[in-house]
């Protein structure tokens, strides 16, 4: 634990965990949660409104341990191929930038090529049984909103040179994106009306998403990832909880 959140990702984290958070808070996302909810539980609209809320969380669990299985999967193999190549070069480190910001571009631009979706036709049967299947289902697409954020926290991984510092990542992320699946479920009555508020407001998230990519891609061209890293190791090594 200590090396993934005192060592090189005691910045990268609090990233990760924030992209998650703009990923379910998108449009690509944030409009279809009643519906996921609705097809992870085979609940119907009145059912959901009326609080189920056990079956409710077990199928937003299950639906969230689908993708994060899947998500976890592609980090742990970005940080291992990292590891084979012993990626310290600082030249890669601004490729990897680069790519980034490449991604920030099609966050903030929204080119109608990049606007394009693809997506796992087949669907499990609705309900429990078929909730983590759908997760990983959701975890093997591209959409505009998550697609770049993801590769993003992916590129951080590689450049990590580490599995397990990748597959921290890949789960801090999953935890921002996750987190509100499950919260939402345990209130979907008071949840829904603080989702409207959001709803209302998903174009901005989607450029603070955007936004978040390009301080990640300058941070890392810039080598000033690192600096900022070392920072921070300071102060969270020579933190002492009291017991």
Not at 104 to 111: I, T
Not at 194 to 202: C, G
Not at 206 to 224: H, P
Request: one cysteine or more.
């Amino acid at each position: 634990m200590q090396t993934v959140v005192g060592g090189p990702l005691a910045l990268a984290v609090p990233l990760a965990v924030l992209a998650g958070l703009v990923s379910f808070l998108s449009p690509c996302v944030l409009p279809l949660v009643p519906g996921f909810l609705g097809y992870v539980t085979g609940l119907g609209g009145v059912d959901l409104e009326d609080r189920r809320r056990g079956r409710m969380a077990a199928g937003a669990a299950l639906f969230v341990v689908g993708f994060s299985a899947v998500f976890v999967l592609i980090s742990f193999t970005a940080g291992s191929v990292g590891a084979a190549l012993a990626v310290n070069s600082r030249d890669l480190q601004r490729v990897l930038g680069v790519f980034v910001l490449a991604m920030a571009a099609l966050v903030l631009a929204e080119p109608l090529w990049a606007q394009r979706e693809v997506k796992v036709r087949w669907r499990p049967r609705a309900g429990l049984l078929g909730a983590p299947v759908l997760g990983a289902v959701f975890g093997l697409g591209w959409t505009p909103c998550i697609g770049p954020i993801f590769s993003a926290i992916v590129a951080l991984g590689f450049s990590s040179a580490s599995q397990g510092r990748s597959t921290g990542l890949a789960v801090a992320y999953c935890l921002g994106l996750g987190l509100p699946f499950v919260l939402l479920a345990l209130g979907f009555s008071r949840g829904m009306r603080v989702l409207a508020v959001f709803r209302r407001h998903r174009r901005a998230i989607n450029r603070f998403g955007g936004v978040l990519l390009v301080v990640i891609g300058v941070l890392l061209v810039s080598g000033a990832f690192d600096a900022a890293t070392q920072l921070l190791q300071g102060p969270i090594s020579g933190f002492e909880p009291v017991i």
